[in-house]
């Protein structure tokens, strides 16, 4: 069972369209992570969220953490080519401390 | 700065061997944790360390060992490989925060093939 789901699993959009991407699950979590990954290469950090409801802009990318703390959001708005990666989540419990639980991904592809 | 290393990038191994996959992480974090990531999913928590003589069993641990010496090195063994455990795996350190709010640093992977 994944503890933690994405949705959607494959997006194709046009150069300048805006997604969201989502990040669900039924427990709660002390915090949750966003991750950028690229063909080859480990998953970079984005952002941490730790407060129900925080809401932290990167940029074009808008992160919402939810209010009972079991979801979380990626917006991305005008994307570009450079957007183009894996996007995972990640979730630490508040019993478990230090381990996460990752999603099951979103791979974004934007088209020039 | 080399942050979190890797060895080997590549690896295959025939049905039955054994092999350790080497992590050496340069910035003295105290947590360490091993994960794969098989085609088109998210990553699966192997084993974790919080410091030197302490791990942990993570989500999928069965046919994996791992042992903490010092606070660089977290390596990974695979006893009698498998078919099952071909995939890429990942090594990352953090340092310690409380309710898991620190960056893992991840290393650029092992992609190992069971054949």
């Known amino acids: 069972t994944q503890l933690l789901e994405q949705s959607p699993q494959f997006l194709s959009i046009q150069e300048g369209e805006n997604l969201t991407v989502y990040c669900n699950s039924s427990?709660?979590?002390?915090?949750l992570q966003w991750y950028r990954q690229e063909p080859g290469e480990g998953p970079v950090l984005l952002v941490t969220?730790?407060?129900?409801?925080e809401v932290k802009k990167l940029k074009r990318l808008t992160f919402q953490f939810g209010d009972a703390r079991k979801d979380s959001s990626l917006h991305i708005t005008a994307a570009q080519p450079g957007d183009t990666g894996l996007y995972l989540c990640a979730g630490a419990l508040w019993e478990t401390g230090n381990q996460f639980y990752f999603g099951t991904g979103t791979s974004l592809t934007v088209i020039p | 700065n080399a942050g979190v290393t890797q060895t080997p990038k590549f690896r295959i191994l025939k049905i039955g061997q054994s092999m350790t996959l080497q992590c050496t992480q340069d910035?003295?974090?105290?947590?360490m944790y091993w994960y794969r990531q098989d085609p088109g999913m998210g990553l699966k928590l192997i084993y974790y360390?919080?410091?030197?003589?302490?791990?942990d069993k993570g989500e999928v641990p069965n046919g994996y060992n791992v042992s903490r010496s010092t606070t660089e090195d977290f390596p990974l063994r695979l006893e009698l490989a498998a078919p099952s455990q071909t995939s890429v795996y990942f090594c990352a350190s953090s340092p310690p925060g409380q309710f898991g709010n620190q960056p893992q640093h991840f290393g650029d992977g092992t992609r190992l093939s069971i054949l």
């Open positions: 910035m003295n974090h105290n947590y």
């Open positions: 427990s709660v979590f002390s915090s």
């Open positions: 360390s919080v410091g030197a003589g302490i791990t």
């Open positions: 969220v730790v407060t129900g409801g």
